[in-house]
């Protein structure tokens, strides 16, 4: 079993939409969890982090855990295409643990 | 957050051959932390680099395959041994920060092993 799953899309959204991103994970014990932006040919970018249950915006972005479904999503509100991008889930089990999601990649059409 | 650098950013290799890679960062960091995404995978941890002691492996890597140094607090190096077409992929090294000890990546080194 693999640690974080992802669907790895592509996931299509006309511009202006909502985009809805899922992962879970397999470790209860897990901490942390993050979502990255990861463009064609460039680094991973971190976009969000969050620890509790429960919802955290920032800006167009909000990242909601569930901890008891071992789940996270991350929404986009108002997609731009300059949101196509892969975008990786990640989870911090501690000790320095981060495990990565294979990533979802979102198409947004003008 | 840290702004980090490798070089190189780009290589293309021979089989056999050897490459090192260098990450630095600019402001001091305990721990730094070396990736590989090969195409079309995801990021996989291939060892954690504390200054001052040897790098911890994760399952599946190996020193000798994978020897890193971290001679300071600001820099590191890892270095891809007698090289094969398998090991090309891009090489991130990366540094933790924030408040939930997130991890924030250089450039990356992409890698063609012929």
Do not use: H
């Amino acid at each position: 079993q693999k640690e974080v799953e992802q669907n790895s899309g592509p996931l299509s959204v006309p511009e202006g939409a909502i985009a809805s991103l899922n992962c879970t994970y397999s470790d209860r014990g897990s901490q942390s969890f993050f979502w990255y932006r990861q463009y064609s040919g460039k680094s991973p970018e971190l976009i969000m982090s969050i620890y509790s249950n429960g919802d955290k915006e920032d800006g167009r972005f909000t990242a909601q855990l569930n901890k008891a479904s071992q789940y996270v999503s991350l929404l986009i509100r108002d997609s731009q295409p300059s949101d196509s991008a892969t975008y990786l889930c990640a989870v911090n089990k501690g000790f320095n643990k981060f495990y990565f999601g294979s990533g979802t990649k979102l198409n947004v059409k003008p | 957050s840290a702004v980090i650098s490798q070089k190189p950013s780009r290589d293309i290799c021979q089989r056999g051959t050897s490459l090192t890679i260098q990450c630095q960062v600019d402001s001091q960091v305990t721990m730094m932390f070396w990736y590989r995404q090969q195409p079309g995978q995801s990021l996989t941890l291939i060892a954690t680099a504390n200054q001052g002691s040897e790098a911890t492996y994760e399952s599946g890597f190996v020193i000798d395959k994978f020897p890193i140094s971290r001679p300071n607090l600001t820099f590191s190096t890892l270095t891809v041994s007698n090289m094969s077409p398998e090991d090309s992929s891009i090489y991130l090294c990366s540094v933790e920060g924030g408040s939930y000890n997130e991890q924030f990546f250089g450039p990356g080194t992409r890698l063609t092993v012929l």
